[in-house]
């Protein structure tokens, strides 16, 4: 795990975004990876895809390439969700935004909800996502 964290701090020094986020996707699934340090990852993953303006090499990263990233950090989160606090899921939900997974990332942001009624920023994704898929 140490050798992922070293190789996403050398990427990051050297403005290689694209190979610091793979080297978190890597730290996140390397043994011993704890359930926070996935949760920030998953954190960090979010904000440099929706900051106003993306780093170099992250706009134009493929499509499915990105989808990948966003799942495989995910499937870690999602493998321990009974685990998971508001704010993890407040970071999850977004991962499924990211892959248009609206109905995924509502569950995730109501999950929240249940283990923290005022959780804002689960109160915010449950608000906007509830907007956007239909009702059936």
């Known amino acids: 795990a140490s050798a992922w964290k070293r190789l996403a701090d050398l990427c990051k020094e050297t403005d290689d975004a694209v190979g610091e986020m793979h080297a978190l996707v890597s730290l996140c699934e390397a043994p011993g990876a704890t359930l926070s340090l996935v949760s920030e990852i998953a954190r960090a993953l979010h904000r440099r895809f929706s900051a106003d303006e993306v780093a170099p090499g992250l706009k134009d990263l493929d499509p499915e390439e990105k989808a990948r990233m966003f799942n495989r950090v ?12 508001a704010t993890d899921c407040s970071r999850l939900a977004p991962l499924h935004i990211h ?32 907007q956007r898929i239909p009702q059936v």
Request: hydrophobic share 50%; charged share 25%; proline share 2%.
């Open 74 to 85: 995910g499937a870690v989160l999602e493998a321990n969700l009974d685990g998971l606090s």
């Open 99 to 130: 892959t248009a997974s609206f109905k995924k990332a509502l569950e995730v942001a109501e999950r929240g909800l249940k283990l923290r009624p005022d959780h804002a920023e689960c109160l915010r994704l449950a608000a906007i996502l509830s």
